[in-house]
């Protein structure tokens, strides 16, 4: 009898063993299906965040042409791709928008060059300290504007081993921010004072961060600039090839294909060629940013750049056929 009870206990002992281990199985499985669950759940219900253009909100894309989060300037966000809804008229034109900037305005691109070709700067127009150095005498100087015009009024402009005070505007900068300022006649109002990034870039930079950190090292603030380098690269959809200097140098062909601001023109963009005094930089008519001919009193396309206020409201689509209107 008494073996006969141990046996029972021993049986009873081994099915309450087997029992919560099957429990303890059986919930912790059940947690994970229903953790998993949770996180499925959330994960599908992540939306992407719209971006307000002028009132009208637009989803940003990863791939293809649209609006990008601009993952080298937190809060910015920039057009890319070979054809995006980015078409805004100005002043009864085409122009293009570049980007929404972190303060909130727009930045925005005539679509084609103005009728005359320019000089950045003829022979013999600037010709003191920083002007005076390599051979920026007698091909033109590279800088944009004045020391004492640029932020912080910085006593000398340094460009590789040339350095020195500037003491004078490029006749560009002269041309864009009197008679052609003056010649807009619609939404001027619209237009606001804003700082360029005017430091040099250099040949076979292969980190966009480090270029465009390297172009802020000197700023402008006025009414109407150009494009900088950077600018152009950043354009472009297909970041991995054409996402720098060096990568779209050796994938023109390709990269020309991806970026919405090549035009079949060569157009003078505002930033100096890094450890020389007299180019400039400016996007071949193959699409390749290249230094042919580049010298400041070199004859090329200009495409102006301007920053329109923050409180815009637009209507249209965007697209070429429907561009955005500047209502109010």
Known sequence: MRRTR??????KKKIIIISVFLFLIIMTSGYAAFSTNISLHAKGNIKIKPVDIGGIEVLPVTEGDGLYEDENESGRYVYRGSNPNNYIMFN????RIISKETDGTYKILRNEVLPENKVFDSPGARTTGY?????APNNGCNVWSSTASMIGSPSEFTNGTYTGTVDADSEMLTYLNGEYLNSITANKDKITSHDYNIGAAV??????SEQIEEEKAYKWNGNIGLISMSEYLNANSNQEQCGTELNYDNNYTTCKNNDWMFIENSWWTLTPYA????YVWNVGRIGDLNLGNENAYAYYCVRPAIYLTSNLSLSGSGSESNPYKIVS
């Open 275 to 278: 450890s020389y005094s007299n």
């Open 6 to 11: 141990r046996k029972r206990e021993k049986v």
């Open 92 to 95: 009864n034109e085409l122009w």
């Open 131 to 135: 002007c005076s150095k390599g051979s």
């Open 203 to 208: 040949l076979g930079n292969n980190n966009l």
